[in-house]
């Protein structure tokens, strides 16, 4: 993927060619990455990346990089956009984004009006961090390379390790470090005046929530819009596709084999472990549209041996499990000579696909009842009958019940880990004095309700359009592809998909619990029945039980769990508990609660921090 770095500052300083190469070593990660750098007065950017992927263009006294495959308007497809969006920007400012299309990450400079915009695309795909320094702005596309700036604190900031711990990633805008922030989906960073403002220049806008329109003609639409996605990524390079056996994974193989003519290349992952195999699903849509079907099974070898290279090409602690074998699934199709990847990832979010979907419908429904039913007859009779507990239909209606008057967003954590052990019992108190331990649910709370949108459904969409794809999934596939050395696209996220999707009414998305109802109605006749019928289920990593039963596993597991107790975050207590008590009763649940803690020290070991606690690395006194 490679990516952008580089300063902006209008005082005309010298050039310091051993920072800017410092900083561009930080996003060298592809072999066939090329370096270029651009510079006006006293602002550098080096671009790293294939020359194909780069438009660049520069004038007396202005320049812009786009970095990725952008469209201005209808008139330019990936050609002269950069020269055009000096002459928007100019005019317009920010609002010159609206008209800039496809997935992209830009530095538009100028010199005379001492002015200049940053902006990531409207999925994020191609991400930017940045600091603002005493003369400036200092940026990149990671934030290892914007902390290789001499100017920039490396200042750890605790409060975004426990957005971490609590939600697996950490959220834009926040960064591990105190003083670096990174663009959201379709944000921007202007600097003018001497002052940075960020702001939107797109936003989903959720339409025709309730319109009663019908499905055939708009099922038409969308299958033509899919035929575009897809064809729009093929080009010269030697295209294959993941294949997990899901629905938009199946719809993205089936369309690269029917877009090109010829057997369509896929690739899958297995685990040898039950529950957790899906491959079978797979190995049917290969089946049904004839593709070329690679498959590998990852193995607890495979897991140990790719936690450090997974830590190391994140800048940030990165949480997601299945970032392992995404990396070992791309790496099997750049052995077969692929060079470019389509992943599905999008779909879910944008038609209502995750079981979260229909599971909050059920929940909400209760709220449906009329105030004084609830109060004054159901919750009296259930929770004051006697020994309700003990009595397995009145525990479940009590859960309900309880869950189901929680506001949202809040109910969607209601099974996370720490909130159900109790933060207080899992992090050392001298952490705990340091952060904010409602800043995640704050965090949700602002995206969820400020979300362009009248209903529950489109509401959550937009927080997983924001938190699940551009916080989490989008960088577990990208720098998986980049690890492994192949490029990736994501044919279910361009901006006409989502467009579409913005406008599809929400009893089209979910009917009931019926999750993707138009996805599915839509390409009834094209999917396989088995795979239209499935049960969601993801790609999750069998990582609990295999730390229980391999010795290799376990050891990494166990070093990296004793040494993250060093750090003054988590109790020792907690990780002896963890490790001998928790972790054995119940690997499948416990096991996320070890990933992302073993995943934290990978993380600070990787990334050359030498500390042994938060306190001294935010510069308190231990």
Request: charged share 20%; proline share 6%.
């Amino acid at each position: 993927m490679g990516g952008l770095t580089g300063w902006i500052t209008f005082d005309h300083g010298a050039i310091v060619s051993e920072t800017i190469h410092s900083m561009s070593s930080r996003l060298r990660f592809a072999a066939d990455s090329h370096e270029q750098v651009f510079s006006t007065g006293g602002c550098a950017v080096t671009a790293v990346a294939a020359p194909a992927m780069l438009d660049f263009h520069q004038e007396p006294g202005a320049m812009a990089i786009i970095l990725g495959s952008p469209s201005f308007g209808k008139s330019s497809q990936g050609t002269g956009a950069a020269k055009q969006l000096i002459e928007a920007v100019r005019r317009d400012g920010p609002s010159a984004l609206e008209s800039l299309h496809g997935r992209y990450v830009l530095a538009v400079i100028l010199e005379q009006e001492k002015q200049a915009l940053l902006a990531v695309d409207r999925a994020a795909v191609y991400p930017l961090a940045y600091a603002v320094t005493p003369n400036g702005i200092t940026f990149g596309s990671n934030t290892d390379s914007v902390i290789a700036h001499t100017v920039v604190s490396r200042e750890i900031d605790p409060q975004q390790i426990f957005n971490y711990l609590y939600l697996h990633v950490i959220p834009s805008p926040g960064s591990i470090y105190r003083n670096v922030h990174r663009l959201g989906p379709g944000q921007y960073l202007w600097w003018r005046d001497n002052r940075c403002e960020t702001g939107h220049y797109w936003r989903p806008v959720y339409s025709r929530e309730d319109e009663r329109l019908e499905i055939q003609p708009l099922a038409e639409e969308f299958r033509g819009l899919l035929r575009s996605a897809v064809s729009q990524q093929l080009g010269k390079l030697r295209v294959g596709a993941f294949l997990s056996g899901g629905t938009d994974s199946s719809t993205v193989a089936g369309l690269l084999g029917e877009m090109t003519g010829e057997m369509a290349s896929t690739y899958s992952i297995g685990f040898d472990a039950e529950g957790y195999d899906e491959m079978e699903y797979a190995r049917i849509a290969a089946r049904h549209f004839g593709t070329r079907h690679h498959e590998y099974y990852v193995t607890p070898e495979d897991v140990a041996s790719a936690i450090p290279q997974i830590a190391r090409i994140h800048s940030e602690p990165f949480g997601n499990s299945s970032a392992v074998p995404t990396y070992y699934c791309a790496r099997l199709a750049r052995a077969d000579g692929i060079e470019r990847l389509l992943a599905g990832d999008g779909g879910d979010e944008l038609f209502g696909g995750n079981a979260r979907y229909a599971t909050q419908y059920l929940f909400s429904l209760y709220g449906c009842l009329p105030e004084r039913l609830r109060r004054g007859l159901i919750e009296p009779a259930v929770f004051r009958f006697p020994d309700g507990d003990h009595i397995y239909p009145l525990r479940k209606l009590r859960g309900y019940i309880r869950q189901a008057n929680m506001p949202m967003p809040q109910r969607l954590e209601s099974y996370n880990l720490l909130e159900r052990i109790g933060i207080e019992k899992i992090l050392a108190r001298e952490f705990l004095d340091q952060i904010d331990p409602k800043g995640p649910m704050m965090h949700l709370s602002e995206v969820y309700h400020g979300a362009h949108a009248e209903t529950m459904l489109n509401r959550m969409l937009a927080l997983d359009h924001k938190l699940t794809l551009a916080d989490n999934d989008l960088p577990k596939v990208g720098r998986s592809c980049e690890l492994a050395g192949v490029d990736v696209a994501y044919p279910m996220l361009t901006d006409d998909l989502m467009a579409f999707a913005e406008r599809l009414p929400v009893r089209l998305k979910l009917k009931g619990v019926r999750l993707r109802y138009f996805f599915k109605e839509a390409l009834r006749d094209f999917l396989p029945r088995e795979i239209l019928a499935k049960r969601k289920h993801g790609f999750g990593l069998p990582y609990g039980p295999w730390v229980l039963k391999n010795r290799v596993l376990r050891e990494i597991t166990y070093d990296s769990l004793s040494d993250i107790s060093k750090r003054r975050i988590v109790q020792p207590a907690f990780i002896e508990q963890l490790m001998d008590r928790y972790l054995p009763e119940h690997p499948g649940f416990y096991g996320s609660l070890a990933w992302i803690l073993v995943m934290l020290e990978q993380w600070y070991r990787q990334h050359g921090d030498p500390s042994k606690s938060v306190t001294s690395a935010t510069g308190r006194s231990p």
